[in-house]
Structure formats: C-alpha cells, structure tokens
C-alpha cells in the first residue's frame, strides 16, 4: 500500500519562502509513475499545481505558481520536494501530494490520482 507524508507547511510571511517534502513508501516506484502537488484553499476546490514522473519528465506549472515554485525529487529517497518563494496569501491552503501509478500523461485531475497524503498546512501572513 503506498503511503505519502507530506511535511515543511508552517506560517511565512509574503515573500518568503518554505519547501515541501513529500515522502512516498509502500512500493518500488516505477519511472513511469507520476506524482502530484495539489492544493486546497478553505471554500475552494483542490487546485493542481505541478506533476512529475520519477524518471524527472514533469508536467508545466499553473499560472498561478509559475516563475515561483519548483519542483524536485531525491529517486534514492523516494522524496518529491515542491519549492516555494516569493509566496503570497493567496498561496494558503493546505498542500498535498498524491501518486498516480504508471499512468498514460500526468493527470491534472484529481480524480485520477489514486493515493493522497494527509495533506500539510501553508499559511502566508500579508
């Protein structure tokens, strides 16, 4: 059974910066599985922020979060970070990440993920 941990949320103020770990156990993964960063902010629908396969091919950020995020794995770890700068308060919301096996194209949709993490809080103080 997979399992993902999201960590590294906390409060930040606007314009600093926090990074995301997301550790995934449970199976040997595959180049071709893909993994997602989502987030939901309180009243609003979970929001696709970026997706990767381990083999490192991965998906155009949102225009959102584009020029601010990035995104990066440690394969030996089993770990996908999600580097934030430049943050907001509109970038609070509750971050998860989610793994999607060997699928066709990385998804954007939810939906289409099969495994989620318990989610970590970012909260960003104006």
């Known amino acids: 059974q997979v399992k993902l941990v999201e960590s590294g949320g906390g409060l930040v103020q606007a314009g600093g910066s926090l990074r995301l770990s997301c550790a995934a156990s449970?199976?040997?993964?595959?180049?071709?599985?893909?993994m997602g960063w989502f987030r939901q902010a309180p009243g609003k629908e979970r929001e696709f922020i970026v997706g990767?396969?381990?083999?490192?091919?991965?998906?155009f950020f949102g225009d959102s979060v584009k020029g601010r995020f990035a995104i990066s794995m440690d394969n030996a770890r089993n770990t996908v970070y999600l580097q934030m700068n430049s943050l907001k308060p509109e970038d609070t919301a509750v971050y998860y990440c989610?793994?999607?096996?060997?699928?066709?194209?990385?998804?954007?949709?939810?939906?289409?993920?099969?495994?989620w993490g318990q989610g970590t809080q970012v909260t960003v103080s104006s």
């Open positions: 989610a793994a999607d096996l060997n699928p066709m194209f990385i998804s954007s949709l939810v939906g289409e993920y099969r495994y």
């Open positions: 449970g199976r040997t993964f595959s180049s071709s599985d893909a």
């Open positions: 990767i396969r381990w083999s490192g091919i991965r998906t």
